[in-house]
């Protein structure tokens, strides 16, 4: 089976499919090494994995197969150290770059993010995003605005928040790289007043027990918060600000040793903590936290140095520092268990999917936009969704090819509803032909040449008989959907070409004629 980690290093450009019948050539053959699909291994192997490097935007639902009855404490959530410091050169900056507005948030959580650090200054009644005197150019309704859109399109996930309030109260305790509020008479029950007012304008994003100022929340289980911003602490609100707001315990088995002399130093504070999390050595019911974060500047080393590593000398392979981020992402590759919460300055996808990774023991194959039931009426029935796939409307009076889309299912189903696998006698390989009624197959477009990214609309086709045509080849995966009874046979199809599996595009899946696609198969 295929795995969900990204593949390849960059976010990468999705081609849009045109129409088919201007994609597809008559006459085209494909060569083996593009019929056959490239796997790799799961984990990420080098220091570019590690680092500064989110890869594709592919994780975006990584938690719609954790057991909703999964304490938030029970699981391994990556996140990310003063999640929007993208401004202030070297010595401020924590994350890869992917613009301001909160859009730098919106790519970190495509790409499987799911605990922020948020850090905000209090100016005229309003919170501002701030590392220390730099403003990130957000503000905290870009982060909420950005969290909403996210869960709204992803109600499986949630989003764990650290908010703190980062500007000293107190005149004398205001240093050069500290922000000051405004006006600086601002208070900590001013801050909280002010947090209070987003919550009540932004309604229903908050989880409310965490949120409500009425005392800090019993850990949740996962699908209590499921399309929920769930805030874990707010630090430097005062006294009241921790006992009131948050859930319990979230600070209490943290390691944040942000200014160790070294990375040796700080990698064992790391690996202590990330193993004390591990089941042999802790109770499920506690809320491990650890940063992997740490700087010493302006007059040592800066955070891209301790998680990236560094060279004592120059132009110098021999002296190279490996950086917390690779360290961690080997250690994680190698052992098993709940880690924690994870904080990480400039992570790699690589370590993103190792901490995930580590989820695997609470995985349930539940309903997924890309698994199918097949019932003997031939309809194939998507089993997040409950929807048909559907042969749309043909391109030209030529009849020979459209769209394949999704409406409601029907108790009478017309032949538009009904499909059906059948293996060609040219292919020896098992994989499968989906066909329509009308006898057209189930087809990926051939954009060129190019297999295209996840995403792409499918079409049906004219079967190939002359050749081996891999992108109307399909490999038929049972699977086992879960149920509230028990569970029911599914399957996925796995397109031979491209090696993604069939889907349902989430922007359309409410709508009938909405997008069947492919895209990047689940694990399980």
């Given at each position: 089976m295929?795995?969900?980690?990204?593949?390849?290093?960059?976010?990468?450009?999705?081609?849009?499919?045109?129409?088919?019948?201007?994609?597809?050539?008559?006459?085209?053959?494909l060569?083996?090494?593009?019929?056959?699909?490239?796997?790799?291994?799961?984990?990420?192997?080098?220091?570019?994995?590690?680092?500064?490097?989110?890869?594709?935007?592919?994780?975006?639902?990584?938690?719609?197969?954790?057991?909703?009855?999964?304490?938030?404490?029970?699981?391994?959530?990556?996140?990310?150290?003063?999640?929007?410091?993208?401004?202030?050169?070297?010595?401020?900056?924590?994350?890869?770059?992917f613009?301001?507005?909160?859009?730098?948030?919106?790519?970190?959580?495509?790409?499987?993010?799911?605990?922020?650090?948020?850090?905000?200054?209090?100016?005229?009644?309003?919170?501002?995003?701030?590392?220390?005197?730099?403003?990130?150019?957000?503000?905290?309704?870009?982060?909420?605005?950005?969290?909403?859109?996210?869960l709204?399109?992803?109600?499986?996930?949630?989003?764990?928040?650290?908010?703190?309030?980062e500007?000293?109260?107190?005149?004398?305790?205001?240093?050069?790289?500290?922000?000051?509020?405004?006006?600086?008479?601002?208070?900590?029950?001013?801050?909280?007043?002010?947090?209070?007012?987003?919550?009540?304008?932004?309604?229903?994003?908050?989880?409310?027990?965490?949120?409500?100022?009425?005392?800090?929340a019993?850990?949740?289980?996962?699908?209590?918060?499921?399309?929920?911003?769930?805030?874990?602490?707010?630090?430097?609100?005062?006294?009241?600000?921790?006992?009131?707001?948050?859930?319990?315990?979230?600070?209490?088995?943290?390691?944040?040793?942000?200014?160790?002399?070294?990375?040796?130093?700080?990698?064992?504070?790391?690996?202590?903590?990330?193993?004390?999390?591990?089941?042999?050595?802790?109770?499920?019911?506690?809320?491990?936290?650890?940063?992997?974060?740490?700087?010493n500047?302006?007059?040592?080393?800066?955070?891209?140095?301790?998680?990236?590593?560094?060279?004592?000398?120059?132009?110098?392979?021999?002296?190279?520092?490996?950086?917390?981020?690779?360290?961690?992402?080997?250690?994680?590759?190698?052992?098993?268990?709940?880690?924690?919460?994870?904080?990480?300055?400039?992570?790699?996808?690589?370590?993103?999917?190792?901490?995930?990774?580590?989820?695997?023991?609470k995985?349930?194959?539940?309903?997924?936009r890309?698994?199918?039931v097949?019932?003997?009426?031939?309809?194939?029935?998507?089993?997040?969704?409950?929807r048909?796939m559907?042969?749309?409307?043909?391109?030209?009076?030529?009849?020979?090819?459209?769209?394949?889309?999704?409406?409601?299912?029907?108790?009478?189903?017309?032949?538009?509803?009904?499909?059906?696998?059948?293996?060609?006698?040219?292919?020896?390989?098992?994989?499968?032909?989906?066909?329509?009624?009308?006898?057209?197959?189930?087809?990926?477009?051939?954009?060129?040449?190019?297999?295209?990214?996840?995403?792409?609309?499918?079409?049906?086709?004219?079967?190939?008989?002359?050749?081996?045509?891999?992108?109307?080849?399909?490999?038929?995966?049972?699977?086992?959907?879960?149920?509230?009874?028990?569970?029911?046979?599914?399957?996925?199809?796995?397109?031979?070409?491209?090696?993604?599996?069939?889907?349902?595009?989430?922007?359309?899946?409410?709508?009938?004629?909405?997008?069947?696609?492919?895209?990047?198969?689940?694990?399980?």
């Amino acid at each position: 089976m295929l795995s969900p980690t990204p593949r390849a290093l960059g976010a990468g450009s999705r081609r849009r499919s045109r129409p088919l019948a201007r994609l597809m050539t008559v006459c085209v053959v494909l060569g083996a090494a593009m019929l056959t699909p490239t796997t790799a291994g799961a984990a990420g192997a080098t220091n570019k994995d590690a680092y500064n490097n989110l890869g594709q935007a592919d994780r975006a639902e990584w938690m719609w197969g954790v057991a909703s009855d999964t304490p938030l404490s029970a699981m391994s959530i990556p996140g990310t150290h003063d999640t929007l410091s993208i401004h202030g050169g070297e010595n401020v900056q924590t994350q890869q770059d992917f613009g301001d507005s909160g859009q730098t948030l919106t790519a970190q959580l495509d790409r499987g993010i799911r605990a922020i650090d948020i850090r905000v200054r209090s100016i005229d009644g309003k919170f501002t995003v701030h590392h220390g005197s730099f403003y990130q150019k957000a503000n905290f309704d870009d982060v909420l605005e950005k969290s909403q859109a996210f869960l709204k399109a992803h109600p499986t996930e949630t989003i764990v928040m650290r908010l703190r309030a980062e500007c000293p109260y107190k005149k004398e305790d205001i240093g050069t790289f500290d922000c000051a509020n405004d006006p600086k008479s601002v208070t900590e029950e001013d801050v909280r007043a002010t947090f209070n007012t987003y919550v009540s304008a932004y309604r229903g994003l908050f989880y409310a027990p965490s949120a409500s100022g009425g005392g800090q929340a019993d850990i949740p289980k996962l699908g209590d918060v499921r399309g929920k911003l769930v805030l874990g602490s707010f630090d430097d609100a005062g006294k009241v600000g921790a006992e009131k707001y948050g859930i319990k315990g979230f600070n209490a088995h943290k390691e944040d040793t942000y200014q160790a002399p070294t990375i040796p130093a700080k990698w064992e504070h790391v690996r202590g903590n990330v193993d004390k999390a591990m089941p042999k050595d802790s109770s499920l019911d506690h809320l491990y936290l650890t940063y992997s974060s740490a700087s010493n500047a302006p007059w040592s080393l800066v955070p891209s140095a301790y998680a990236g590593g560094y060279r004592v000398v120059d132009n110098d392979p021999n002296t190279y520092v490996e950086g917390i981020n690779y360290r961690l992402m080997k250690h994680l590759n190698s052992t098993q268990g709940r880690v924690g919460i994870v904080m990480m300055d400039f992570p790699g996808w690589g370590l993103v999917n190792a901490i995930i990774d580590h989820n695997a023991d609470k995985f349930v194959s539940g309903g997924n936009r890309m698994f199918w039931v097949v019932n003997k009426d031939k309809t194939y029935v998507n089993s997040l969704y409950g929807r048909c796939m559907v042969r749309g409307p043909e391109f030209d009076d030529s009849k020979s090819g459209g769209l394949v889309t999704q409406r409601e299912c029907q108790s009478s189903p017309p032949s538009s509803h009904q499909w059906e696998a059948s293996q060609p006698k040219s292919d020896h390989r098992k994989h499968f032909w989906i066909k329509a009624s009308n006898g057209k197959c189930l087809t990926v477009p051939y954009n060129n040449g190019n297999p295209p990214g996840s995403g792409t609309q499918l079409f049906w086709w004219d079967c190939e008989t002359r050749w081996f045509s891999g992108s109307q080849m399909w490999n038929v995966v049972p699977t086992k959907i879960a149920t509230p009874t028990g569970s029911m046979d599914g399957y996925k199809f796995i397109n031979n070409w491209t090696g993604l599996c069939l889907s349902m595009d989430p922007a359309t899946a409410a709508k009938s004629g909405g997008k069947v696609t492919q895209e990047t198969c689940p694990s399980k």
